[in-house]
Structure formats: C-alpha cells, structure tokens
C-alpha cells in the first residue's frame, strides 16, 4: 500500500469553514497528488506536488490549496467549505521514473 | 487537450461470462494508459497498464491493448468471477507522468 495514510477518514463540517485534509506517506516519495472522486466525473486532479515546497495545479483547483512542507506530508485545504466540494479525496504517490501511482484509503468529506 | 472516455455502467453479468469495458482517449504526446480497481469502501490499484503503441497490459485474467490507430485501450477478460464486482477506471498520463486523467468509471457486477 505504499505506506500512505490519509486523516481524517471521515469528515462532516457546513459551509464557510476552513477544512485541512492531510497525506502523510511514510516511503519519502517526490511526487504527491490530491483528487476528487465523484460518481458523475470519476477522479479529477485537484494539486500535486513534485518535491517539498514545489506544487502546481491540476483540472479543478479553484476553492483548494495546498502545503508540502515535508516530504511525508502533503495537505489539502479548503479555505472556505462549499457544498459542491462534498466529496471523496484520494491521495496518491508516484514512485521516481515511474508512471505508476498508488492510492490512499480515501476521506469522504460532506459540506451541509 | 487529455481526456478519457469509458462506457457507463453499470454492467451486469454472470460468472463465466466474458467482459469487455471500452475506453477511448484523447491526448498529445505519447501518453501511457492505466486501467485501475477500486472495490467498496478502498481507493485504487493498478490493474494493468501499457507505455507504447501495440503493448498489451495483462494481470489477473485481464487485458487491454494500447491501440494508437483507434485511440483505445479496452479491458477485456475471458470469464469473470463474482470477485471482479467492482469499479474500473480507465487513465493516462501526460508525457511526463506529471498529470494523471481518468475517465469517470464502470460498475461491473458480477452474479452467481
């Protein structure tokens, strides 16, 4: 499983509150990701970060940001929930040199 | 730009029955393709992958084709088993391996 946890697992909060989801990998992989997964889209980029402190955006940025400070933890914020960022987040991490990506357990956030 | 297009679901059929879920893709350069699983309550796994034209990605029974002349990559498998039930995802990567696109995802139930 690649050493990938994902906190909280689970998460119920209402709209205009500042949500952080975070991704801690315990293996020092260089590449971290952030998607969305909804039944209507399937999986969408949010962010993801090629090394500590270097991010850039994916497909559906707008209303996230994120933080690498350090290479185990990778976080997702929400600065100010809406109900449309109700969701499941998965984590990912690419191994170096590789195209292969292994994923997170998931956190189902629901914004009332 | 990239995008990844698979056949809804659900799709329903019985043990020993053989599957086929389609997949087309739009991308430049010369993307890899990924078919990945995800059973309830889990996040995804790789299935199977292929980096080049006429590769084909094989594990556990399943396998798909990377075709450049049709833009596809289906999966297909000889006869599924009632642990098959789940969700598949079509992909690619980018070039780089830097960003990833999923198609939206097949239910595939299985029935004794």
């Known amino acids: 499983d690649a050493g990938i946890t994902q906190s909280p697992r689970h998460k119920v909060t209402e709209t205009g509150t500042p949500v952080t989801l975070r991704c801690h990998q315990t293996?020092?992989?260089?590449?971290m990701y952030w998607y969305r997964q909804d039944p209507e889209h399937g999986l969408r980029l949010i962010h993801y970060?090629?090394?500590?402190?270097?991010?850039d955006k994916g497909e559906v940025s707008d209303g996230y940001s994120v933080s690498r400070s350090k290479t185990e933890d990778f976080l997702l914020t929400l600065e100010s929930a809406t109900s449309s960022q109700t969701s499941v987040y998965f984590c990912?991490?690419?191994?170096?040199?590789?195209?292969?990506?292994?994923f997170g357990p998931g956190t189902r956030l629901t914004v009332l | 730009g990239n995008s990844v297009t698979q056949m809804e679901g659900p799709v329903t059929l019985s043990e020993e029955a053989f599957l086929t879920i389609n997949c087309t893709y739009t991308?430049?350069?010369?993307?890899?393709l990924f078919w990945y699983v995800q059973y309830p309550g889990e996040g995804l796994q790789l299935l199977l992958k292929?980096?080049?034209?006429?590769d084909k990605g094989s594990n556990k029974g399943f396998e798909a084709t990377y075709r450049k002349e049709t833009t596809s990559f289906h999966l297909e498998k000889g006869s599924v088993q009632v642990s098959d039930s789940a969700v598949y995802f079509c992909?690619?990567?980018?070039?780089?391996?830097?960003?990833?696109?999923f198609g939206s995802g097949t239910k595939l139930n299985v029935k004794p």
């Open positions: 990912a991490i690419r191994l170096a040199d590789t195209d292969t990506q292994y």
């Open positions: 293996e020092n992989h260089r590449y």
């Open positions: 970060s090629y090394g500590v402190k270097d991010t």
């Open positions: 991308a430049t350069g010369y993307p890899s």
């Open positions: 292929a980096t080049k034209a006429d």
């Open positions: 992909a690619l990567s980018d070039s780089n391996f830097n960003k990833f696109y």
